[in-house]
């Protein structure tokens, strides 16, 4: 046999290693896009009730804040509508 013989049974010899070594790469790959494509069909389908109940969560707090702070914020306006008036009333310069 002649070199030239030798040199392509080398050549096929290193294309065959290098697609055993670079199958297993291939096959996690592939799997890791199957499981990609699963995910995302199970976050269609669940993301948007996990969006209705992150509002639902956001607007009750919402609400439960405005009715616990509001009785606050009355109170202090009333003081200072008070002040304000106190103040009027005994800082009044004659002419």
């Not at 065959?16 to 070594?21: I, S």
């Not at 494509?37 to 969560?57: D, F, G, N, T």
Request: aromatic content about 10%; some cysteine.
């Amino acid at each position: 046999m002649n070199l030239g013989v030798w040199a392509d049974i080398s050549l096929l010899w290193l294309i065959f290693l290098t697609f055993v070594a670079v199958l297993p790469i291939a096959v996690i790959l592939f799997f890791m896009i199957q499981g990609m494509r699963r995910l995302r069909q199970l976050l269609l389908q669940y993301l948007p009730i996990a969006q209705e109940k992150a509002a639902l969560v956001a607007t009750t707090t919402d609400q439960v804040g405005h009715q616990v702070v509001s009785p606050l914020i009355d109170a202090r306006a009333r003081v200072a509508q008070v002040n304000c008036v106190l103040k009027a009333f005994f800082r009044r310069k004659t002419t």
